[in-house]
């Protein structure tokens, strides 16, 4: 299967003070296209700014980030804004839904940046949102919040799915229920999709795992037989 992701020595160094703090450590890696990958690693092991650096929300400080063909790293800032725009699809810990906006209108938004945007109430419908149409986020459970906030991402018809701690604020039941979904998505349609996560327990779903720690990665292995999501007790 052809790499659609190939990371070659990317670092992104901070100054603090007098030193310098890698928060990615000159790491390599490949993904291929449509594959379901975690990353793994303790708060602070550098997997969130790993995704910004992919969703070309952040830059590297060496090295080349490689999507699709196209070196993104070498991007001006209006490249890496169409970059976003088109190919890549972000679902976040905490569900960043405009509030005076219905779940359609939340979704249906995405027609503004996207020429190739899926049908917002077809995508509600998919994620099981077909009686929440017409509902403003408040008047949704987390769980329910977090549903629109993939269909929204969903509905870019993104190439790449890059979620950052997705479950992080629900429990362990509705957790498992945007797992599956964010699952069966990648089944489905064939997106790329990689999620940041801490949890060791959801590493057996992902058709690659990544660990990463202190900057570096410790292990890159394929799953051989991933399980459904729902078969993980976590």
Known sequence: MKDYISCKHISKKYAIGNKDFYAINHIDFTIPKGEFVIILGPSGAGKSTLLNLLGGMDSPTSGDIIIDGNNISSCTDDQLTSYRAADVGFVFQFYNLIPNLTAYENVALIKEV??????????????????H??????????????????????????????????????????????????????????????????????????????QIRNGKIRDNFVNENPKPMEEVNW
């Open 133 to 210: 149409l017409h509902q403003f986020p408040n008047q949704l459970s987390g769980g329910e919040q977090q549903r629109v906030s993939i269909a929204r991402a969903i509905s870019k018809n993104p190439k790449l799915l890059l979620c950052d701690e997705p479950t992080g604020a629900l429990d362990s039941e509705t957790g498992t229920v945007i797992l599956s979904l964010l699952q069966k998505m990648n089944r489905e349609k064939g997106h790329t999709v990689l999620i940041v996560t801490h949890n060791a327990e959801i590493a057996e779903t992902a058709d690659r795992v990544i």
């Open 114 to 131: 996207s020429k190739n945007a899926y049908d917002a109430k077809e995508i509600l419908e998919s994620v099981g949102l077909k009686e």
